[in-house]
């Protein structure tokens, strides 16, 4: 028989977490610090909505780009929260997950061979997607010292005639880092000066805990060459309901929105009613979510000075990134030994890329009842490893 | 940090101090200073427990009393609320717009308890008029705590 696959995507590794999960699957009693999504509920009142839309039998299409109304909603909320303004009718698509988001962006953007920029360590998605739309993936691995952001010197390093997009992942999973304005500012004006784009992937801007998250697309100049991903994920506790969107320039929109009809239609028209409701009230729900995280970010922080666990403080999403190269092993092994021995789930930083080699991600995206028991079995677990080395 | 320290101690106020204090971003010290000074202008009122009385087994019930008074000359309602209030057997008292004035909860007495309260010691008064009685059938949800189920975490337990 004929060889049924394309190479292209047989050649592409599968996600380093995948067989991470496989492991923790099979182990019935494992508590897990693991997730990469809220452990709250979607609000009530957006629920509602949901179920009220298919009450009302709303089971159709709605238009490619998305319903009106969402479009509206998502470009007022761009405005209170970033001060960008988009037009609703030209520059908003609305898509399953801000990952397709991602995916159609690049589809729509990259001739063979051009560059796509990839700061690393970041989501597992964009390596991938990139191969697939024919780029060339070009990774820049961030370092600790610089509390993993990206540097103007690291991205000058990194552009050759062939880049084209620069992803931009921050707040970063699994990082946790944040990219304040002056860092953005700085990245700015290379991109600017080498006239490439930039693939903001802003899924976690909700959820940063020292200043409001900025868009590099409020700074002058960028919002022409910047394509503006989020979504309802995060924010809203909505990762089941599929529901992101990408804003940009019209010309890019109108690519993005022809390939999205020709694979996807349109997104799930339920959670587009929801969605609209989350944007028009769910203000409230936002900041009592962002407080809770808050809290546990700051009782692992303080675990972790209190174990002796090296680890930068990060200021945004719901991971933290320790560092465990003092103890001799790949993430791999630490995580697994980890798992075995204690039965607790994390993941390793290798599983976002080769520079997340010796750090581990820890999500708290739980409650600080299971965060306190999985931090005490991780205190026993490196207490023991110290005290063999001795 | 007052609203953010209410919201976590109204959920839970056996968290500890320097608990407390870790997840607030502060000091031990001022989370003591900052408890004592709401105690202090009545803003912490006690630190109660949330229970739920019918997996107890007692044969007790709860019921809300609606009850229209006459306000007293100089003192509004307030002096007929004391009057009611100062029973032990009243849980709640609250003053209500609409159809009646004070809304009377009495909880975990049994039948008799609660149908003496009323025809002997409520009713009775002069300034009450006219009261009506109902029985809670079944808590739900008491003091923002869902008090029938326990929630499992049914996410995967490893996602990117």
Known sequence: MRNPLADK???????????????????????????????????????????????RGRTFYTSNAGLKELRQEICNYLQRKQGISYDPLTEVLVTVGGSEAIDMGLRAMINP???????????VSYEPCAILAGAKPVIINLKAENEFRLTAEE????????????????????????????????????????????????IYSEL????????IAELPGMKERTILINGFSKAYAMTGWRLGYACGPAEIIKQMTKIHQFAIMCAPTTSQYAAVEALKNGDEDIAQMRTAYNQRRRFLMNAFREMGLECFEPYGAFYVFPCIKEFGMTSEEFATRFLEEEKVAVVPGTAFGDCGEGYLRISYAYSLENLKVAIGRLEHFINGLRSKEK | MREELLAIIEKNSRIDLKELAIILGVEEADVVNELAAMEAEGIICGYHTLINWEKTSNEKVSALIEVRVTPQRGQGFDSVAERIYKYPEVRSVYLMSGGYDLMVILEEKTLREVSSFVSDKLSTLDAVLSTATHFILKKYKDHGTVLSQKKEDEREKITP
């Open chain 1, 113 to 123: 061979g051009e560059e796509v920029l990839i700061p690393q360590p970041s989501y």
């Open chain 1, 155 to 202: 991205l000058e390093e990194a552009i050759t005639e062939k880049t084209k997009i620069l992803i931009l992942p921050f707040p970063n999973n699994p990082t946790g880092a944040i990219m304040e304005r002056k860092d953005l500012e700085a990245i700015a004006e290379v991109i600017i000066k080498h006239d490439i784009f930039v693939m903001s992937d802003e």
């Open chain 1, 208 to 215: 940063t805990y020292k200043e409001k998250h900025v868009s």
């Open chain 1, 9 to 55: 995507v047989v050649e592409i590794k599968p996600s380093g977490i995948r067989k991470f999960f496989d492991i923790v699957s099979e182990m019935k009693d494992a508590i897990s610090l693991g997730v990469g999504e809220p452990d709250f509920d979607t609000p009530w009142h957006i629920r509602d909505e949901g179920i009220y839309s298919l009450e």
